[in-house]
Every structure is written in C-alpha cells, then in structure tokens.
C-alpha cells in the first residue's frame, strides 16, 4: 500500500530514522530523503542505507515531497518553518513528530503557504538512546500516536497520515494541541524532569560519593537513570516549548510531595500506606493496557551468567 | 559448603523467599524454618516446598537456630525482637534484610541478650513484586548487600554471613548503619517516594483522565509504575523509620526542583541542557558497573508479535 510518492524527513535521529525504516518495511512510499544539518548523521544515513537520498538544505531536500515530517529538536521548528515555506508542493502535507503541540502549531503558522495541510503529529514512543543507528522499525508499534489537526483539516490528507501511523502498529488518536499539552506533560515531561532532577541531586551530594550512588542503584535510583540519559538538546525545548502545562503540573506535583513530607514527619503512616496502595492499581491497568511488560522488575536479565562473575566494583 | 546448621527466616515475601532458595540452591545450611504471621504465606510455602518447617510462632520458629533473618517490615522488629530475644540460642547470628539500619539497631537493642551476635544487613535488591511465590534464587546475584555489624562484632560470626551473601552471588559491603540510611535515602528511598508521588498526582488530575495517563504512559511515566507498585506496608514502614535522612535528601531534591522550575520558568534553556548532558554520564557508570542493562528502553519487548495485535484501548 503506497500512501506517498515522495516523504522528506528533516532530522534523523531516533524518531525519524525509526519513521524511514517502518516506511520502508511497510512499503508505504517510493522515495525518502534524509534531512539533517549534521553532516555525520547523513554519512550514517547513507552507510546504513536509510534513505534514497541525502540532502543537507532543507529547502532543497523538501522539493517535491507530498510528505514533509519535521523530527528535529521542537525548537528548531519556527526557522526551519520559514526557511522549507516557499518551496512546498502543492498539496502537500507537513507534520512533525514533536512532544509538545501548541508552540509547534504557532510556530508554523506564518510560515506555512495555504496549499499544504498542516497536521502535527507525536507518536508517544522513544527510547532513552538517540542518532540514526538507534531507531527501528517497530518502535512505534502498539504505541499511541496523538495527531492535533486544525479544525478545518483536509480528510484526504488526515486520512493518509493516519494510515500511515497505523500501518506502524500505532493507534491514532486526535485531540486539540492544548489538550495534548497538558496530557504529556504528567505522562511524560514531568517524569523526565523529576529524573533528571534526582540523578542531578545524588550526583552533588557531599556526603555519598558517585560511586556509592552506582552501586546502590538497583534499589530503585538506576529506574530513573534510563529516561535521564535521553537526548539533552530535545528536552531542552520541550521544557521551553511547553512552560505553562509544565509549570501547572509541576505545581501539582510539588504540592502533593509537600503534603508526603509532612506525613513523614509528623509519622502518619495511615496516609503513607493509602498512598502507597492505591499507586499498584495503575501499574496493574498500564500492565493490562500492553503499555508496559509483566515480568517482574521490567524483565531485567536476573539469570546468573555461567562464568559467575561477581559485580565489579 | 554448610554455613549453618539451622537458619529461621521470619517474614517470608519476596526476600524471605529468595533468601530461602538461594540458601537450598547453594546447600549453605541443612534446615530452613518459615515463620511468617500469614497462615496463607505459611500454606503457600508448604506447597512450594520453600522450608523444612513452618511455624507460626517466632518464640517457637527460632528454638535451636544459628541464623535467624528477620525479613518483616522493620516496623515489627521491635515487638518481635521481644518475643523471640529469650528463646535464642547461645551464640546465634541475628541479623535481616530491612531497608533501613538506624532504626533497626535501636529496636533490636534493648531485647537481644548478650550471647548472641546481632549483624544487621541490607541486600539491595528486589523487584516490585510481593510474597513467597515472586522470590527467586538469583535474586541477589551481581547486587550488594550492606552489613552494619557493630564495633565490637565477632569476626567468625560477621565472616560466615558474610559468606553466606557471596554465595548467593552478592558483594559485602560494611558501613555505619547512619551512612547506610543516608546512602539508601537517596538511592531507593526518594526514588520510591516521588515515584509514588507522581502516581498518585496523575491519578488526582480533574483534566487528564487515568485512562489517558495509562494510554501515554510510554512518554516516561510507566518507569516510575514499576518502583510505584512495591509493598505498602514495607515502604510505609522504611518512611516512617528513616525520617530524618529520607527529609534531609527530600530537601535537597525539592531545592534542585525549585531551581530547575525557575530556569522554565525563565527560560533559562543553559541551565536545562548543561543538567541534561550531566545525568547521562551517571546512566552510563551504572551500566559499567554491571547495575543495569545496556539494552535501550530497559530491554523492553518491541518486536512485532506475529498475531500483530494493534494496542487495547
């Protein structure tokens, strides 16, 4: 099933690289042009056979494409809007694959020609590893894929891209970029930053060493260092492109630790253990839900190698 | 290699249980006795075949043992350490598995007699499962576990316990149970807190339903679901008896939050991407130091099924 003749990607990381892969294995366009400023990343692209082409001017590598998809950092969107805006086809569609929606939406607007429909896009799916050599095809499948269309949104155009991410394995859902905003940000950008804040603390602590905080990790700090260690430039701009529902999250969240700390110094258990039970019911539904793994402890490797090593210290 | 003649373990969840297996998988000693308050645990290890013995009552459970774990919530060690202080053998090793040291040397204290040898130690290992079926042998393996044996311990006592956690596979490591609980609080304590914490604000949210928070929990925060599903009673319990390190490091985190809040807030994009290029090099150590897997997303399952089931909504 061919959706498009010709996609151009701009940005081949982790997203975009896993984007080009799931198109080709599916089949579902005839040409697909690499785009990224990284003159490294194209030379990847080209050695692992990514793309039919490589082009490192937007402007040029949009040429003729009736897919556009932005994948590069969001804050990237409004120069890049401006620069690939005169040189869209007629027709064609332009979406993106960032995590916030609302900036993106006012970051294209101005730029974009009346003859293109513009449909953002965020597959909720990623891993904490970045570049070309990272993606895979089935990273997307049995993921959401949330798309902010405009109101007046051409059918045809919606209709092709949803196709397109449910071919993936994704299940499309369409909500407004205010919505969306805010439903990431305690899914996911909330999650990031308390990560990142944690490894930052534990790092600058006087009293335990780095190396402590390694060791001892398994007792529930190394969860938080696998989405800490996704790509710094990203996370950068989400955090600057979605400020409001961050903020309005980020307060909520602060206000309920607050209320924790309390209980624990003032020793009120009862509160602790209601907390502390009710968290295990949504586990149990992501678990149902096939948005996370059965086995125990993420099914981590608990097998003892046959050389039995011991752990290096 | 036999280390003990007769080893009663008293709780018998998921590190009882391990604790147990492993003992039999590595014939460390010749009798285990279950001990656990729950006649639906003590029926449960019968049909496991996890003991030689169950016994309901500690005073009875610890009659001609030369090892007695406690592995209960460190809530119960006060009362339990009283009932059974007079029936220990002479000569006997005390020691348990709970997550905090402070509070368990103070409560142990003032009811062990003199002619036993009181070693309290700490496995830092677990998974967020719970009870005598989720146990397993190779549960410590490749883990440390932290010994806190006082000034005065007797080194044969201190040595075979010693041995016993290399032979499951572990790496001994002795401190101050005061270094213990501030170590601990900052790597599973306050990871298990704002875990919980965050759970439980997504679950509050009048904007975001829980069944959105499910769907797009693949953004981040299914990672905290795991830590956010362990035992209540056991994580009320290490909150409630290690306040003081558990506030401290809570303080410290809330600080880091509040600065990372205002560099959002203010736009301040340096401050964001120096932390987020920091945290990455702690991600990386860990791996090194064999504390977690290499494998992106946890090693989490993305191949495609061959049924090719699209994702339940």
């Known amino acids: 099933m061919t959706l498009y003749k010709h996609v151009t990607i701009i940005g081949f990381g982790l997203i975009g690289s896993s984007v080009a892969r799931a198109l080709r294995e599916n089949g579902l366009c005839e040409t697909i042009v690499a785009c990224d400023q990284d003159a490294a990343c194209l030379k990847k692209v080209e050695e692992l056979h990514l793309a039919d082409r490589t082009e490192a001017d937007p402007a040029k590598a949009v040429l003729g494409a009736d897919l556009v998809m932005l994948a590069t950092p969001v804050g990237t969107f409004g120069p890049l809007a401006k620069t690939i805006g005169p040189h869209l086809d007629y027709g064609a569609t332009v979406t993106d694959v960032g995590s916030v929606k609302g900036s993106v939406v006012r970051a294209l607007r101005p730029h974009m020609p009346p003859h293109v429909h513009v449909i953002p896009g965020h597959p909720v799916a990623g891993t904490e590893q970045s570049g070309p050599e990272a993606g895979f095809a089935s990273l997307f499948f049995g993921r959401w894929c949330i798309l902010t269309p405009p109101e007046d949104v051409d059918e045809t155009a919606l209709t092709t891209l949803k196709k397109m991410w449910e071919a993936f394995g994704s299940t499309v859902e369409i909500m407004t970029p205010e919505h969306h905003d805010l439903v990431l940000a305690i899914t996911s950008h909330i999650p990031h930053l308390i990560a990142y804040n944690i490894v930052g603390t534990a790092h600058d602590l006087e009293g335990v060493t780095d190396s402590e905080v390694i060791k001892f990790s398994a007792g529930g700090f190394r969860d938080f260092t696998r989405i800490a260690a996704s790509d710094p430039t990203m996370w950068r701009d989400v955090f600057l492109h979605n400020k409001e529902a961050v903020l309005e999250m980020l307060g909520r969240f602060t206000e309920d ?57």
């Open 257 to 313: 630790l607050t209320a924790l700390q309390r209980a624990i110094r003032w020793g009120d258990g009862d509160k602790l253990f209601k907390l502390f039970s009710h968290t295990r019911a949504i586990r149990k539904q992501i678990i149902e839900a096939g948005q996370d793994d059965a086995a125990p402890d993420f099914g981590r490797e608990h097998d003892i190698p046959k050389n039995n090593m011991s752990p290096k210290s």
